[in-house]
């Protein structure tokens, strides 16, 4: 791992890019069709279908600050900046999925609960997560040299891993207005069948779209900095 | 792939990280630990039984609404919210209850308790649990007689 330069990792995002949007505009589709041909919730009605996309939302952004997290881990301790651009590029994929994780949770808990917002743990800890991904992607610009962004922006990643278990277990551990996990929990997920599948098809979906959406991201980033340097050299 | 040797300073880089994340943790779960109370959404009304001094203090009560509880008259709703111990709060409404409001259904209450025990809310939400399905699979459990529902 430490042997890929960001260069070769860029170039090989680049060539396999139109493969996953390929994959992505397919299943998309797919969920789509799903989503339309499932049967609604007997108790909430329609409003129950903004969980296809509130979801696997949400699970993202977890995941994706996950992997920031791990790869500033990686970056700072050896030095590689391949980790660092793999961060640099996964935050604001992270952000506007915790921004829309934000936004249909609350179209769906004023049609549920009867309300836009609480300050409950849930959805506090989650707001706290964008937060910190908006502070990423600030500093990550607000340094001159992009070695320094890139130290700074890790550190900040490191300690936002601590809201991570926050934001998963805060339904566990606290009472909150929010209701428990249906899927990810002990004795199994708490929704019918057709209703898992299609979820799990949205997820996918998705995060075939965040992986092309950061590898045009990173091929971005690398060209922009070959740019820069032809103009140094000049 | 090449064997990566941990020299000293990776080492040393490493047990700076570590103690970062060590401190900040610690004492994120210390935070978290005492203000227990305060993070806490709703207490439940067995909960509600044991605390002292709670007239006039602005509270937050949440449980299932008491099957058969739920009435509508001179404009004022009033229900029963119940908890896991079978231990209820007499609950007076007088604004328009949130759509997803039933009987033996999930709901927080906001407001205060008065001298008579009967506690007056400002704001109704209704919880939902985390049981999501179709009305056919409803029909087929009762049809199997292992729907326990209304």
Partial sequence: MFAITPNTLSNFLNSISRYIIFLTIILLVVSGVLIILLENDYYQGISFKIMFIHVPAAWLSLLLFSIMGVSSIIGLVFKSPTSFTISRAMSPIGFIMSIIVLITGSIWGNLTWGT????????????????IYLGHILL????????????????????????????????????????????????????????????LISFFSLFLLCIYWFSNIFYIIIENRKIERSKLLE | MRIIKLNNQIK???????????????????????????????????????????????????????????????????????????????????????????????????????????????????????????????????????????
Avoid at chain 1, 117 to 122: F, K, N, Q, Y
Avoid at chain 1, 170 to 180: A, K
Avoid at chain 2, 44 to 64: C, H
């Fill in chain 1, 140 to 199: 990550l610009y607000s340094f001159d040299h992009f070695q320094k962004a890139d130290f700074a922006a890790s550190i900040l990643a490191i300690i936002g891993l601590v809201n991570l278990p926050i934001v998963k277990f805060s339904v566990d551990w606290w009472t909150t207005l929010h209701q428990g996990s249906s899927i990810l929990k002990i004795g199994g997920p708490s929704v019918t069948t057709d209703y898992f599948i299609t979820l």
């Fill in chain 2, 12 to 150: 040393k880089r490493f047990i700076f990280l570590l103690v970062i994340f060590v401190c900040f943790s610690s004492s994120i779960v210390l935070i978290s630990y005492s203000l227990k109370d305060q993070i806490a959404y709703f207490v439940s009304p067995s909960d509600l039984q044991q605390m002292q001094n709670i007239d006039n203090k602005y509270l937050r009560v949440g449980g299932l609404v008491k099957k058969g509880s739920l009435k509508f008259d001179k404009n004022i709703w009033k229900f029963e919210v119940i908890d896991e111990f079978n231990q209820t709060v007499e609950v007076e409404f007088s604004k328009t209850l949130p759509n997803l409001v039933e009987e033996n259904k999930g709901i927080i209450v906001e407001g205060v308790m008065n001298k008579e025990n009967i506690f007056i809310a400002e704001i109704v939400l209704a919880k939902h649990d985390e049981n999501y399905m179709p009305q056919s699979a409803i029909d087929k459990m009762r049809n199997d007689g292992i729907w326990r529902g209304n």
């Fill in chain 1, 116 to 131: 836009y917002w609480v300050w409950d743990a849930r959805l506090t800890s989650m707001l706290i997560l964008s937060f």
